[in-house]
């Protein structure tokens, strides 16, 4: 192993030359090592950073505005449950008692603060700040973008049944794009349900007679297996968000699955690498790095995105 890594440092130093720009950086939730995810600062953070992606996970309120938030119910990534307020709007849902973003209008979000649900993360700051809108953090990334950076977006869409049965998540998507299509902001858009991509695509084709870069993410069951058959994704698919551990199944470390990807012509951007939890087989976050960037692997979720683009980019 030993002889291993000065080995694989040294070709993807090489690799550099040819595959660059074809590698991205993607802060999974911001930079979330530092501030509390999903929140401006944290963005702000990773895009300073020299992230090429921020990826905010978002949900509808009740009066239908995208904000960005880990789940749709409330009561891990913000204060609401010591809000006397709001008490009155804790339902149970999905087998679940919580407080649930449709519930709220986005006047009521805005009085919550968001905090980190893993306690080892971004909690000096915590309490500090409050839940953003898509439409704020498209503004961030628009100011930085003319002042000469090239920040995207990687948004990844909550599943709220009540607002896909209406139709809803992807009426109020459509318009997104194109507000991002008209301000020059690199995007792509994930999701781990086919359906919703599904409707997505055809409801943007029909509209717009175009495609837009739609990425379907595939997660570990319960019983190890993938959440979907890379093998059945449809032809307007661009690439797939990979949950990592699903690399790591396999005896060559995830070189048959990424080949089977290239062969397919999708893109494969892997979640998440973080400094702190990296693979057993290796013996740094960087040898990490270095070993998905020689598999191919084309993008990173990252909570720290400079480690990433040190290693990986």
Known sequence: ???????????????????????????????????????????KEAIEQGADFIE?????????IFVARRHIYLSTTTDVASRPEFQRLRKVRHGRSDWFIEDFTLIELKKLRAVNPVSSKGQILKGDYSIP??????????????????????????????????????????SVVRI?????????IHSARADFLKRLHHSYVVDHNEEIPLIQSIYMRNNGSPSQDISTLPSYITGISLEKNLLY?????????????????????????????????????GHELVHL???????????????????FR
Not at 3 to 31: K, T, W
Not at 180 to 188: E, G, K, L, R, S
Not at 293 to 311: C, E, H, R, S, W
Request: a positive charge; glycine letters at 6%.
């Open 293 to 311: 960037k020689m598999l191919g692997v084309d993008g990173v979720f990252a909570d720290n995105p400079n480690t990433a683009i040190q290693y």
């Open 56 to 64: 905010p996970e978002l949900a509808l309120t009740k009066d239908n």
């Open 180 to 188: 991002m299509q008209a301000a020059n902001i690199p995007y792509f």
């Open 133 to 174: 809108t898509l439409d704020e953090i498209m503004i961030l990334v628009r100011l930085n973008n003319v002042r000469g950076g090239k920040a995207g977006l990687y948004p990844k869409i909550l599943f709220q049944k009540v607002k896909a049965d209406a139709g809803m998540d992807v009426q109020k998507l459509v």
């Open 249 to 285: 199944t396999n005896t060559d470390k995830g070189l048959g699955f990424i080949r089977k990807v290239n062969l397919m012509n999708l893109k494969v951007h892997i979640w998440t690498v973080k400094n702190t939890q990296f693979e057993t087989a290796f013996n740094s976050v």
């Open 1 to 43: 192993m030993k002889v291993l890594v000065p080995f694989l440092l040294f070709i993807a130093v090489l690799s550099d030359y040819c595959f660059a720009e074809d590698r991205i950086v993607i802060a999974r939730r911001g930079a979330s090592e530092l501030f509390p995810e999903h929140t401006l600062s944290a963005y």
